[in-house]
């Protein structure tokens, strides 16, 4: 009985020379300093003691809305757009 050992060789793929991956990071690269960029305007030219509402996604993807009031340190999140605009209304009421 005899053994025979054979090898492979692995192919090599260079992913730099690859158009569309390229264009994609690229993309994803613009794309997330843009982000960064964005975000960072808006928190230099808000004013701190103004109400904070965003808009968020949980992992499993569902949307709701998240809401901070840094004057009197109360929050609330809801799924809901209505639901969020009663709060700020009892909020602001008295």
Request: hydrophobic letters at 35%; glycine letters at 4%; charged letters at 25%.
């Amino acid at each position: 009985m005899s053994n025979h050992k054979k090898c492979l060789e692995a192919k090599r793929i260079d992913i730099t020379s690859n158009s569309s991956f390229q264009e994609k990071f690229n993309f994803n690269f613009w794309k997330s300093l843009h982000n960064i960029w964005e975000k960072f305007i808006k928190q230099l030219l808000a004013d701190p003691n103004e109400l904070q509402v965003t808009q968020k996604v949980d992992r499993y993807g569902n949307i709701y809305w998240q809401a901070y009031d840094p004057v009197t340190g109360k929050s609330f999140a809801s799924g809901s757009e209505v639901e969020l605009s009663m709060w700020i209304e009892q909020l602001y009421r008295y």
